[in-house]
């Protein structure tokens, strides 16, 4: 019995080094299956800095893997799910919106007319693309955000690199929001800041569309040296236009703790919804954020030249709880700003 177990646990090692000596770019994004224009042709490499990116290269987390671009840049690596031929998507009739809709569930486009423009300027970047891109926008949206919403533009994203097989490429931006969690207040004051801003932009800045993150948590949230916050998990949106004779929508609130929702038909049937902010207060920075989210709030245990703002946070519980959270923002954001800044002064 001994040697069987022993015979059996060396068959599963041998498999398990075999994976890793074998484990390269080429067979986990699957290069042959996509003959795309892509990045795998130049200075691109598997490389874990972390256990934890070792673990995800290795067993390939969430289809997430770590690497070097140029010798000299992190990036993350992330393959599609899966991989839907264009022609599938196309070979029966019916309306491409409603059957791309369908295909992609985690990526709401509020109509056919969003899905045009969204698309119009993806395509745009490259049009020999466009097929390609459609088969992708049909799994995850996340590559085609990346370009609309683009980094380089101070947008709180991963820089977008290009596609790899079945990959696609974009810079590492820092660890996770969760490593902060015990940072000086401060600090965590500067990133909270940086939350309700980038909630802003998402909501507010784009001049055709408004994008409401539908998986705000702490592992979608990267933080940098510098402090810079980024959102890195953008497959889970609702994408709105702004149309302005709507009705302004306010998420629905929930006295027990755990509880978040939303609806998207509410979403998309308004003008402009607060559910941007709500995510953030209710997620993030509330002391009652629910776990697996920031347990305890990003703004625990104030220090006493803090605690006299309380209305600091009474807003934020306000804003996660029972009121309107488009002015509340704007206060939280003044106050956050003051605090940070008069700590700034003080160094």
Excluded at 65 to 80: C, D, P, R
Excluded at 97 to 124: E, G, H, Q, T, W
Excluded at 200 to 229: C, E, G, M, Q, W
Excluded at 309 to 334: G, K, Q
Aim: glycine letters at 2%; proline letters at 3%; aromatic letters at 12%.
């Amino acid at each position: 019995m001994k040697r069987f177990k022993f015979i059996i646990i060396s068959i599963i090692l041998s498999m398990l080094l075999y994976k890793f000596i074998n484990l390269n770019l080429h067979s986990v994004c699957e290069i042959d299956k996509c003959p795309t224009p892509n990045l795998c042709s130049e200075n691109i490499r598997l490389q874990s800095n972390s256990f934890v990116e070792f673990f995800s290269n290795y067993f390939g987390v969430k289809n997430i893997f770590y690497g070097l671009y140029n010798n000299n840049q992190k990036v993350v690596i992330k393959k599609l799910r899966r991989y839907l031929e264009l022609n599938k998507l196309l070979k029966n009739d019916g309306d491409l919106y409603d059957k791309m809709s369908k295909s992609n569930a985690n990526f709401k486009m509020c109509s056919a007319k969003l899905f045009a423009r969204f698309f119009d300027l993806v395509v745009a970047e490259n049009p020999a693309m466009e097929s390609y891109w459609l088969s992708v926008l049909s799994i995850n949206a996340e590559p085609l955000v990346l370009q609309v919403l683009k980094a380089e533009d101070n947008w709180p994203v991963p820089r977008y690199l290009g596609v790899c097989g079945h990959c696609f490429v974009e810079t590492h931006c820092g660890n996770t929001l969760n490593s902060f969690k015990e940072a000086n207040w401060y600090t965590r004051a500067k990133i909270a800041l940086q939350l309700l801003k980038a909630a802003k932009s998402f909501t507010d800045r784009h001049s055709l569309f408004r994008f409401y993150l539908t998986d705000v948590s702490p592992d979608n949230i990267a933080i940098d040296r510098n402090l810079r916050v980024t959102f890195v998990d953008l497959e889970n949106v609702i994408m709105t236009g702004k149309d302005s004779n709507l009705n302004v929508h306010l998420s629905e609130r929930f006295d027990d703790i755990d509880g978040f929702a939303f609806s998207e038909n509410s979403i998309c049937s308004s003008s402009i919804s607060d559910h941007n902010y709500y995510a953030i207060c209710k997620l993030l920075l509330s002391n009652n954020a629910p776990w697996p989210m920031m347990e305890g709030g990003l703004l625990h245990s104030p220090p006493k030249d803090v605690r006299v703002h309380f209305h600091l946070f009474t807003l934020i519980r306000s804003c996660s709880h029972d009121v309107n959270c488009f002015h509340a923002i704007e206060e939280i954001i003044v106050m956050l700003q003051n605090l940070t800044n008069v700590k700034n002064v003080h160094k």
